[in-house]
């Protein structure tokens, strides 16, 4: 079976479990539908702090899409902190995991988040939603809401 991937969980010299997964692989016709590449203006939300105070953070970022694989960063020079997030798309669907740095001059002084997250292309392809899961300084897992907003697309860009 060539379109089938065996995936194994090992543990130490023992084969625990085997599946049986068709690879993920995204139609021609799916991607000029969707094409992930260029601006985006990311937003997410979690509460935070002692006072679980509802914060948001928001970044200018830039896309780049490989086959089924996107990377979304912080565009330099834009903001008190640095996102990189790497997904794996599945038609509308993103899952993947992202890290956060923030500068010294933050509120949370150069602290670095970083989790999983699942994300929804809508249908028109403008928006991203979905959620984030991590933890913060006190060793709690948090999940907070994320919304990607295309700015421009990477056509627009070369031009």
Not at 44 to 60: F, N, P
Not at 115 to 136: C, H, N, P, R, Y
Request: charged share 15%; hydrophobic share 40%.
């Amino acid at each position: 079976m060539a379109d089938t991937l065996y995936v194994l969980t090992v543990r130490g010299d023992w084969v625990m479990s085997s599946t049986f997964v068709k690879p993920i692989r995204i139609s021609e016709a799916m991607r000029k539908v969707y094409t992930f590449s260029g601006m985006w203006h990311s937003r997410y939300s979690a509460q935070m702090g002692s006072k679980q105070k509802l914060t948001v953070i928001e970044h200018h970022c830039i896309a780049y899409q490989q086959g089924e694989h996107l990377i979304i960063e912080t565009l330099p020079g834009t903001g008190d902190s640095y996102l990189l997030a790497r997904f794996t798309v599945d038609g509308r669907i993103l899952t993947g995991t992202y890290h956060s740095q923030n500068t010294p001059g933050t509120a949370a002084q150069e602290a670095a988040y970083y989790g999983a997250a699942q994300m929804i292309l809508s249908e028109d392809g403008a928006t991203i939603t979905g959620k984030a899961v991590g933890f913060g300084r006190s060793m709690v897992v948090k999940v907070s809401d994320w919304q990607l907003t295309r700015v421009q697309n990477a056509a627009a860009l070369r031009h």
